[in-house]
């Protein structure tokens, strides 16, 4: 029934709707004169354009370099071919706006000598064995199909300047074999329900409008055999959450973004009667603004397989805003356009350019939200937290998804971001992208033996073995429930369990930002519960920061004369033993200084029982591709159950310029915990004699009023939580 539906649906749409103007892919020819117009006066879009030209004019008095491709990413000919997609791209728009032929046919110049290499082609030299996605241009049909992308643009740009001799070499030589190589030789990737698959989808459907094959567009849409079960609608479909979460988490959403705000763009403006920005209740928007969310101090959150460096400058934001824009006039969006300091040159680049010129740009709101997971919205979530104070601090949680192939082995892990700086950090990705001396620019060994594991993220591993015995398959059967998450004034909560990632032990953690009047920061309040049904296990919970560690108040026993790896798989082995503590019953402190020069210490409640280990990653590392960041681990032997329950404060401020120092000891002088049926209890002591009392409710998104005696008080509150004041108990 669901197959007829789609069918139908595919079929009230002709050949004959489609815009037989060009261009009339992103760039309409309904744009092009008043971008033409816009060029005779000042402002961000004549800028852009004179930037673009002038880069353009320096690159074709040069010859046409279309190398027989023999590297891998980040070599050679690899980033040739990127360079001509891109140069053609250019060169194709300063045509549109100037109407000089010298452009167009440079474009067509090239074109023709690609159409005669590409027949010629096997698939590349470097293609990864085994895998079912090799290319000919590049290394893997991915980056064929972004090549595709860009130069299907191009020729839909110059495509009126061309003879008919010219046009039937470029489509017969080029685009219809490569259109074929991508969608029928290629049906594994082109019906993956993946990223490599959205940019397949994307080229192939965008070539179809240009050439005037719907049938072409028809299987982007719905799947080579047209049933719906793979193609851009099913991508949108299952890689979304309804919130516009992306499965793979906000480093491929940004990259997949691309092809589906390009080709929504393009079906927007040869198909209009799809109305494709309504699509699913807006996903596509959605997502866009999603994107947005994912980031702090304009970098993205580096879950999964991220490479730190990536922000909302990245050119595929930098498309989706300026698309998001021209269709919805959020003004908004322009406070981060104008951030990303980037015009494109399309009619919606336009509208983006003179609105930032007329000073239209209203404040972005960050929020507070956790972002369902999963096609559903309900395979966990992604949870942001964020302080809206002076120095902007933001905790991630992550009770999200395996996130497919690029998703790491990290449930219920957790970041902290304060006055711009990551705090407490996650690795990312083990791989320097595009760097050919390392690993061919791919990734690294160490992104599966280290950055993947559970022990390079910071949450509880049970016998030093990782989550899921970090096979990815089985991490895509499971996710955590997120219990519940909530806000108020005084900050948020949000708490989620998983059962999965080890055969007997359940884990539950439950995160905190809120703040404190007297202490003038917020303070994380972390309570990680494991529990066992079956047997005694070892519970690691590691911590790993950016900084240098200052004091503890135990005594450590450092490795000062020979190192040791901390242990022979599943990532300890890259982790050096620097230095062992046990430290007494009561409160363990542990402070470092971040470069931002404020202090951090991390105030746990110990039992007298669990160690604390120093470690320094390195180990292990012959070709020494792994980053040397520290961190500590607290050990807990021989357990069934066990609650790690800590508290980070931010504190203090260090100025060796000016050599002076702040408040550089914590402010917390104790820390209790308590459950009292379904509430539990933190208290917080600081070093005035002033008390705190948070108090939440376990049980799932609670709404109604709590009621509570402590220390012979009564206490009431509604909703999720709430921090109370105590008296003062300094004499």
Known sequence: MALA?????????????????????????????????ALSSKGRFTEAFEQVKAKVDSQITQAINIPVPKDSGGGFTHERHKKNYRLMYDASIVYQLTQNKRYADYVRDMLLSYAELYPTLPLHPKRKKGKTNPGKLFWQSLNEAVWLVYTSQAYDMILASLTHADKKKIETGLFRPIVKFLSVDSPKTFNKIHNHGTWLTAAVGMTGYVLGELEWVEQALYGLDKSGKGGFL???????????????????????LMPFVTFAKAIENNQPERKIFAYRNGIILKAIDTTIQLSYNKL?????????????????????????????????????????????????GLKVAQALDDNLATPYPFKSKAFGDGADGKQGALVIMRQKSHDKQALLFKPAAQGLGHGHFDKLTWQFYDKGNEIVSDYGAARFLNVEAKSGGGYLPENKTFAKQTVAHNTVVVDETSHFKGKVKTGNKHHPELLFFANNNQGSISSAQIDTAYKDVSLTRTMALVKLPEIHKPLVIDIFAVNSSEKAHQFDLPLHY????????????????SLSALGSKNGYQHLWLTAKSLPEKGLAKITWLNENGKFYTQTSLVDGETEALFTRIGANDPNFNLRNESGFIYRKKSAKQHRFISVLEPHGQYNPAKEFTLAAKSSISSLTHQILGDIELIEIGVSNGQSYLFAFNRQLANKTKNTFTYQDNNFSFNGQFKLFKLSNKEK
């Open 546 to 561: 950016q900084g240098q560690l200052i004091e503890t108040n135990f005594q450590l026993n450092a490795q000062t004369q």
């Open 300 to 348: 993205f959150f580096p879950i999964n397989d991220a490479i730190k460096s990536k922000g909302i400058d990245t050119i595929e934001l930098v498309h989706g805003v300026t698309i998001a824009y021209g269709f919805t006039q959020d003004t908004d969006l322009l406070d981060i356009a104008k951030q990303q300091e980037q015009v494109i040159l399309t009619g919606d």
């Open 5 to 37: 539906v789609v069918v139908c649906w595919s079929a009230l749409f002709s050949i004959n709707s489609v815009a037989s103007d060009t261009p009339n892919l992103v760039i309409s020819h309904t744009d092009v004169p008043a971008m033409k117009k």
């Open 234 to 256: 099913r991508q949108l479909d299952e890689l979304f959450s309804p919130e516009g979460y992306y499965n793979e988490g906000p480093y491929y959403q940004r990259y997949a």
